[in-house]
Structures are given as C-alpha cells and as structure tokens.
C-alpha cells in the first residue's frame, strides 16, 4: 500500500467550510493523506509504444473531450515532461475527484487545496490523476488513489 502525504497552506477569509470563522490572517493548515493508489504508468507505456511502432493510430488515442482539455488549460498543472504523443510543452495534470461523500464535486477537476477542503468535509474522495495535451488531445489516467484527511 502506497501513502502520500500533501501538506498545504490554504488561507481563509471568512467562513471556513461554512462552520466556523477563522480570524483574519490566519492560514488554517490541512493535510491529505493519499492511500490505496493504483497506477496505470503500465498501460500508459504500452499505449505509447503501440502508437509510436503504427499499431494504433494518433486519432484512436488522442481523444480528450472539451471538458478535460478546458479544465487542463485551466485547472491543471504543467507536466514536467513533454507529450508523449506530439511532443507539445502544453502536457498538464488535472486532478479529478470522484465519491458520494463529496456530493456535487464529484466528477469534477480540482486542485490539492480544493480536495484539503473536501476531505475535512468527507471522509474521503477518490482522486484520478490524468494527463492531458490541449495541442492533441492525447490524454489518460496515470493513477486513482483515495483521499483522506489525516
């Protein structure tokens, strides 16, 4: 079982998850724990190979409907690596958070400071981590893990 651990600083101004007030210039730290990942890097690498030997063509898997490149554009972070497909420096990370505790956030893109809020509200979430290229379209899931506040 692999653990990560996210420590943020997320300010407040106002109502804090609608329950309590925190004082002005106060930063309220939250930690998420990640457990239970499964990654998918295996499927991803051999997708990657068949393109690249012809097997599969660059349309079959360069598919990313407009909500995933959008909330890349937008909600994502840079990738640290180029797209495996066209080579593009636009490559982003987008977080997506799925669970029946989390209620309307489900299936939605959201940063680590945004998952901080929903675990202190939930139990926990799960948390699919996807790459997407805005230039190709390329996209997919590197890894689920469940979220929790620790």
């Not at 939930?122 to 379209?137: F, I, M």
């Amino acid at each position: 079982m692999n653990s990560n651990i996210f420590t943020g600083k997320i300010q407040f101004k106002g109502i804090f998850l609608g329950l309590e007030r925190a004082p002005a210039g106060v930063t309220l730290v939250r930690v998420v724990q990640y457990r239970n990942e499964i990654s998918h890097q295996l499927a991803r690498r051999q997708t990657i190979r068949q393109f690249r030997a012809g097997l599969v063509s660059q349309a079959s898997i360069c598919d990313a409907d407009f909500l995933l490149v959008t909330a890349g554009r937008y909600h994502g972070q840079p990738a640290s690596y180029p797209c495996p497909i066209c080579e593009s420096d636009q490559l982003r990370i987008v977080l997506w958070v799925y669970g029946e505790e989390i209620g309307k956030a489900a299936g939605s893109a959201r940063s680590e400071e945004e998952i901080a809020l929903l675990v202190a509200k939930a139990p926990q979430c799960t948390v699919h981590t996807v790459e997407v290229c805005p230039a190709c379209k390329w996209n997919h899931l590197l890894k689920a893990e469940t979220a929790m506040a620790s």
